[in-house]
């Protein structure tokens, strides 16, 4: 009995995996627990295991490939058994991956009819077999890597005149891009109208350098890139947010982390930033103030007031950002939340992080002090209801017993969501976490 | 010119040669006093006498042999198999003795001999008396191979193979033997080896073939020039050496090409075209090179399976329409 293996969930946000690179080549004997490929998703990239034994009959996805949650990837099963039911079965399946095991699926009679020929690797029938070649012309030039299909004389005269032969349309077979295609471009392009080119003679010649540069270069979207455009609109569309900024004398703070930090070099321990030291007064602080630290959940029809503080520490990385959770940060110490801030911090860079590692989170914090930014407006990672969006700390002439003196000054601004966080509730937060860090010895407590 | 048969145009060159030349001798199976097989010798026992027109008993191994022992002392002799289907079991004397005996004794002896016959397929013969010898022989260094599409080419071409001081596998068809030509009257009429022939220039796609394929790409020529495509047709008349450069100029001109070969499909002399074509013609291609050739099967004794095996004007057909995309 043949198996299937499909796309499985692999983070709770993750709607569709990228097939990254295949481990294991049909015809593999595999076991259950093997790793058989590499799949890419919003979040991180994936071992993925087979859960039974049997032998790898069929790749249905190719490298590069994105495909939708439960959609066929493989098939496992006995040599030589016949898969054709199960293709089928998930053949009729109208997404994009299904649509591509379908297509791969039609292809097997018609290798098989081309193989009348007895019982080597025939050659015969040459002709029979290309003769579905032409079956579906003018399509797709490119497929799903980006690879455009074009013959060796039209990307010749393609690349002879300049032309982009992405930008053409093929009208051979699978939508090859033939001779003919480039000609007719290139009678488009040189009817184009003529007064383009003839200002062009008069232009100074440094103007003319610059026109011939590339405008632009295209980055593909990755799987993190269209995760964070999906979450981030989402959140900015559906919960309506306000900002709450308050500013917080760190006086206290910077002598009290001096202090610490003295001891840690003393007892070689990580140091502790300023950002660990907030991390752990919001989680305090939440503590205190259980509707900030909650979820509107529509769907559900509830509010949730969780009773378990995770705050997610939003990292950036090269190719975008994520956000580790520090779990029970209310209930650890400082030093605890400091190294596993940076090693959680360290892994995300390398995308080592596990899905589970970044899920969870009750509130969110994001720190842009480093950058200089005094303050800014974060917005909400859903389904908490509130982010916290971090400034500098900065050196301010502040006024003491009427007096001014120098003083040590940061911003910080409460996003909330205002379907389950009014603003009376956010500034009570926020005027608590600011007691917290005015009085760090606090934290202790 | 004179009307001749294919066979009346490949004993004219033998003839002319004999006539010619005293050291040039006929040697083979019922050549003499049957006047050949396929009467291709008619008469020439009766010219030339018993010592230059020599019939053997029935062991290729041994006369092939004796031909090449003759051709090292200086004789120029023909050796006819009554089919090329005979010639494998002398395949020792061809592959390891004519080829390449110049080459071991650093050229102390020159193998000036001609092994002529039919080749390929001639009807219901069954799998073993059908095949096509091409890629066999052209495969060894050593050996030039001909073979001749029409009775002038069959003679000019002839001449000059008896006349080369290399040994020289020269193609013939039982199928063609009866085929009418112009032949010219030209006083020494010889075609030089390795020279390929535009039979029929074009610009819509090359179409290569020889022997009897050379008719299949003449009638595919027409119904496309029916359609109102030029297509250029090409007889490499000289399987090896080839006249690559011929058909690697045309496919700079039409852009894409279809061999008709009559040989099984594997490693043959078309798969050889299709490789020198991507190699040097890369760029100026404008579709993958199609071929059209025996099935990949041993020859079936039944009719219509025969004609199934053999390549078809209509597959040639729709292989040119397939690379011209109309």
């Not at chain 1, 066929?72 to 079965?89: K, T």
Request: net charge negative; aromatic share 6%; hydrophobic share 40%.
């Amino acid at each position: 009995m043949a198996i299937p293996v499909d796309m499985p969930k692999l983070s709770d946000t993750m709607e569709e995996g990228v097939l990254v690179a295949w481990l294991a080549d049909e015809g593999d004997e595999l076991s259950a627990g093997d790793v058989i490929a590499q799949v890419e998703t919003d979040k991180a990239t994936m071992d993925l295991e087979v859960f039974d034994d049997g032998v790898l009959l069929k790749k249905v996805v190719e490298e590069g490939e994105a495909v939708d949650i439960g959609a066929l990837i493989a098939v496992l099963g006995e040599e030589g058994e016949d898969i054709s039911d199960i293709l089928a079965e998930f053949g009729e399946g109208d997404s994009d991956g299904k649509a591509e095991a379908q297509e791969a699926e039609d292809e097997e009679p018609e290798a098989e009819e081309a193989d009348v020929g007895g019982d080597g690797a025939p050659e015969d029938a040459e002709v029979v077999a290309s003769e579905t070649e032409d079956a579906t012309p003018g399509t797709v030039a490119a497929d799903d890597n980006g690879r455009i299909k074009a013959s060796p004389l039209a990307r010749r005269i393609a690349s002879e005149n300049e032309l982009d032969i992405a930008q053409i349309d093929g009208s051979g077979p699978h939508g090859r891009i033939i001779k003919r295609d480039v000609e007719a471009a290139l009678e488009d392009r040189d009817a184009a109208p003529a007064e383009r080119k003839a200002p062009a003679k008069e232009r100074r010649a440094d103007v003319a350098t610059i026109e011939d540069e590339e405008f632009y270069e295209a980055i593909p979207l990755s799987q993190m890139r269209k995760t964070i455009a999906r979450r981030l609109a989402e959140s900015k569309y559906t919960a309506p947010h306000f900002y709450l900024t308050i500013d917080v004398d760190m006086e206290r703070v910077v002598s009290f982390r001096k202090k610490i930090n003295e001891l840690a070099e003393e007892q070689e321990r990580a140091k502790i930033s300023f950002n660990d030291i907030i991390t752990k007064a919001c989680a305090v602080a939440l503590r205190e103030h259980p509707e900030v630290n909650s979820a509107y959940l529509e769907k559900e029809g509830e509010i949730r007031h969780y009773k378990q503080v995770h705050i997610g520490v939003a990292v950036a990385i090269d190719e975008g950002l994520v956000t580790p959770v520090i779990r029970n940060a209310d209930r650890k110490g400082l030093a605890t939340i400091a190294e596993e801030t940076r090693e959680l911090a360290g892994r995300a860079r390398d995308r080592k992080l596990a899905p589970e590692e970044m899920e969870g989170s009750t509130f969110t914090t994001s720190n842009l002090g480093m950058f200089g930014i005094e303050e800014f407006t974060a917005i909400i990672n859903p389904p908490s209801a509130c982010i916290l969006a971090i400034g500098a700390i900065r050196d301010e002439p502040v006024v003491q017993d009427g007096e001014i003196v120098p003083g040590k000054r940061m911003k910080v601004t409460l996003s909330c969501d205002h379907r389950v966080v009014d603003g009376a509730v956010g500034s009570g937060f926020l005027s608590t976490l600011r007691s917290f860090l005015e009085d760090p010895m606090n934290l202790l407590l | 010119m004179a009307e001749l048969q294919f066979r009346e145009a490949i004993r004219a060159a033998m003839t002319e040669e004999m006539e010619r030349d005293e050291d040039i001798f006929l040697i083979g199976e019922e050549v003499a006093e049957y006047d050949g097989a396929y009467k291709v010798s008619q008469g020439m026992l009766d010219q030339f006498g018993p010592k230059r027109v020599i019939d053997t008993p029935i062991s290729e191994n041994g006369f092939a042999g004796l031909g090449i022992g003759a051709a090292m002392n200086g004789l120029r002799p023909i050796v006819e198999f009554m089919t090329f289907n005979f010639s494998f079991v002398a395949f020792d004397q061809l592959l390891n003795n004519v080829a390449k005996i110049r080459y071991m004794s650093g050229g102390q002896f020159s193998f000036p001999i001609v092994f002529r016959g039919p080749n390929g397929a001639a009807g219901q013969l069954a799998a073993t008396h059908n095949t096509s010898v091409e890629s066999f022989y052209a495969h060894i260094p050593g050996l030039k191979v001909v073979s001749p599409s029409t009775p002038e080419d069959g003679k000019g071409l002839l001449k000059a193979a008896i006349r080369d001081d290399d040994p020289v596998v020269f193609l013939e068809s039982e199928r063609m033997y009866g085929l009418k030509g112009e032949v010219s009257d030209e006083d020494d009429f010889i075609l030089p080896l390795g020279k390929a022939h535009i039979v029929q220039e074009g610009d819509a796609v090359t179409i290569v073939a020889n022997g009897k394929d050379y008719y299949i790409a003449l009638e595919v020529a027409d119904r496309l020039s029916e359609d109102g495509y030029q297509a250029e047709v090409i007889d490499p008349r000289t399987i090896r050496p080839m006249d690559f450069d011929t058909i690697i100029e045309s496919i700079k001109k039409t852009n894409r090409c279809v061999v008709i070969d009559e040989s099984n499909p594997f490693a043959s002399i078309s798969s050889e075209i299709a490789f020198q074509i991507q190699e040097r013609a890369f760029d100026y291609l404008d579709a993958p090179v199609k071929r059209v050739t025996a099935k990949d099967v041993p020859a079936p004794y039944a009719k219509n399976l025969m004609d199934y095996y053999m390549p078809q004007a209509d597959d040639a057909y729709e292989a040119c329409r397939q690379v011209m995309y109309v």
